[in-house]
């Protein structure tokens, strides 16, 4: 069993920067990949990023390449998401997840309950 708590949200000028944590609790943080997702009013919950267990890989989706990494810090039961030149359609809900390696809804078994990412323009 894993809880996932996120924190780091916040209303940012388009263009700033921002960095969501989430901390996990449980010995078996290692163990899981994990990744963000985000969902905007009357949009469906879309993928973000994935990282492997070990930090090794990673992968984006297109909307965010190049302008958001995450990584993790296994000794912290910490996963990160920074957030470079944010866009106002970065506004959503972001969510953090853990399980299997994946960019589908399905291939992640536990979720943090968001944290809200406002982006003005």
């Known amino acids: 069993q894993v809880q996932l708590v996120e924190s780091g949200g916040g209303l940012v000028q388009a263009g700033n920067s921002l960095r969501l944590s989430c901390a996990a609790s449980?010995?078996?943080?290692?163990?899981?990949?994990m990744g963000w997702f985000r969902q905007a009013p009357g949009k469906e919950r879309e993928f973000v990023a994935a990282i492997s267990w070990n930090g090794g890989r990673t992968y984006y989706a297109d909307s965010v390449k190049g302008r958001f990494t995450i990584s993790r810090d296994n000794a912290k039961n910490t996963v990160y998401l920074q957030m470079n030149s944010l866009k106002p359609e970065d506004t959503a809900v972001y969510y953090c997840?853990?399980?299997?390696?994946?960019?589908?809804?399905?291939?992640?078994?536990?979720w943090g309950q968001g944290t809200q990412v406002t982006v003005s323009s």
């Open positions: 449980g010995r078996t943080f290692s163990r899981y990949a």
């Open positions: 997840a853990a399980g299997a390696w994946g960019t589908m809804i399905n291939d992640y078994d536990y």
